[in-house]
């Protein structure tokens, strides 16, 4: 247990630094939701570095696939309607309330935007209300 | 060129960083929110770690006049509480919650050729699509701002 701990500081550190070389490169929030949206929606002009970030988050993935796939366990902790219903919900609700946790949670909170700490504690919260209906419901896996 | 090569390797690093956490598995999601259930604090030191780290170096970056490889600094700056706002996070949150998936995870994780990752990332598509053609017609968005 106390492995993962020291493992989830470690990863966080990790992204700490990736959205600081966004920041210091590009001059950018890592706003993963924001990002994969100016893709499906483009504006012009801004479209060639949000594939690459896209690219890279996959050759990461890709990368950990083949070094340590135990760390890509992604089976669903629901069913998979569940699973679908709570991906649109997370697609929408990222768009209307301006972020995800990255961009809000990472990022925001980082730069102390009350916007985003304010966002960041709505989603958390939020969250473990609808754990809490899973649990009850017993459709938690 | 310097530009997209940034973005690239942030990506990569982003993702590599989730994976060292553990939070690319839903488990460890869906075990931080179930503060009634048996609690998982592993993002909760995954979300000190990122933010520690960037809370000191946003400040040392924002000295710059410009970041390395760009002119402009593209930084929100709004600072008002909006019904958008808290409507859009408690509906995130929700989904969030019952599938255990964010936005950052559900792409990584595509590079595991699952069927569930990509189940939950093509339904974040169509929310964010449902969110793109209800906001057009309605102006939604600015309405609740």
């Given amino acids: 247990m106390a492995t993962e701990w020291v493992m989830g500081l470690v990863g966080g550190v990790v992204i700490g630094i990736a959205v600081s070389l966004m920041l210091l490169w590009n001059g950018r929030v890592t706003g993963v939701s924001s990002i994969v949206y100016g893709v499906l929606v483009p504006i012009k002009g801004d479209l060639a570095w949000r594939w690459y970030f896209i690219v890279g988050l996959l050759l990461g993935g890709l990368s950990l696939k083949f070094t340590a796939p135990e760390l890509l366990a992604v089976e669903l902790q629901t069913k998979a309607w569940i699973g679908a219903i709570a991906g649109i919900l997370v697609g929408f609700g990222a768009m209307l309330g301006g972020g995800c946790t990255s961009g809000h949670g990472v990022c925001g909170v980082s730069r102390v935007s009350p916007r985003s700490i304010v966002a960041t504690i709505v989603f958390m919260t939020a969250g473990m209300a609808a754990v809490i209906l899973l649990r009850k419901t017993g459709l938690l896996v | ?145």
Avoid at chain 2, 102 to 109: K, N
């Fill in chain 2, 1 to 145: 060129m310097k530009y997209n090569i940034g973005a690239l390797i942030v990506g990569l690093l982003f993702a590599v960083g989730l994976g060292l956490s553990g939070i690319l598995q839903p488990a460890n999601i869906i075990g931080f929110l179930d503060v009634f259930g048996k609690w998982n604090p592993t993002l909760l030191f995954t979300m000190a770690g990122a933010v520690g780290v960037h809370f000191i170096t946003y400040k040392l970056i924002r000295k710059r006049k410009t970041p390395m490889f760009s002119k402009d600094w593209f930084i929100p700056t709004r600072q008002e509480i909006t019904p958008a706002l808290i409507i859009g996070s408690l509906i995130f949150g929700i989904g969030w919650g019952l599938g255990g998936y964010c936005p950052t995870v559900s792409v990584t994780t595509l590079a595991s050729f699952e069927t569930r990752p990509l189940i939950v990332f093509v339904s974040i598509i169509l929310g964010m699509l449902l969110f793109w053609v209800l906001d057009k017609n309605t102006n939604l968005k600015s309405r609740l701002e």
